[in-house]
């Protein structure tokens, strides 16, 4: 939430010359609501059954850049699927930056109901996100392009290195 995945794989997927997809995004173009309302509506579970879903259909494209949703590799099947078909670089920014970048944008996020409630979802994730290929060190300041470049670097080098 708010570490710029879907902008740094928007500028990596152009760079590389393959196809992008949001997750977040697909859901919502495929199912006509926002996140937000889907949470809402059908509640969290029913929500990230169709995340898993559509992650599993990327596996049918050969070459993409994928950003995943807030929560989605928190899941030990989602991982499993990441892990199968490519390769996961955690984009890791200290919590002050992302709530920065989220403020005045709560409305948009499910899970963002206060400052102590992303606090402690940004904490509870951690673990699950450090089991990513590779991470990526941000301060938050750092241009798309530089960030694009850094990923790209980490994915030239051998898988587990």
């Not at 879903?53 to 899941?75: C, H, K, M, N, Y």
């Not at 499993?80 to 948009?108: N, T, Y």
């Amino acid at each position: 939430m708010g570490a710029g995945k879907s902008t740094v794989g928007r500028a990596l997927a152009a760079r590389l010359g393959v196809p992008f997809v949001d997750l977040d995004e697909a859901f919502e173009t495929l199912s006509g609501a926002t996140v937000r309302r889907a949470f809402e509506e059908r509640g969290e579970a029913w929500f990230r059954e169709r995340e898993a879903e559509l992650l599993r259909g990327t596996e049918a494209l050969p070459d993409a850049v994928i950003a995943l949703g807030g929560g989605t590799f928190t899941f030990p099947e989602n991982r499993a699927v990441v892990q199968r078909s490519g390769r996961s670089i955690f984009l890791h920014v200290p919590f002050e930056v992302v709530a920065a970048r989220l403020r005045g944008k709560a409305a948009d996020r499910p899970l963002f109901r206060s400052l102590e409630d992303a606090r402690s979802l940004y904490e509870a994730r951690l673990p699950s996100y450090r089991l990513s290929d590779g991470t990526l060190l941000l301060e938050g300041d750092e241009g798309v392009d530089a960030v694009v470049e850094r990923i790209v670097g980490a994915l030239s080098a051998p898988k587990g290195s």
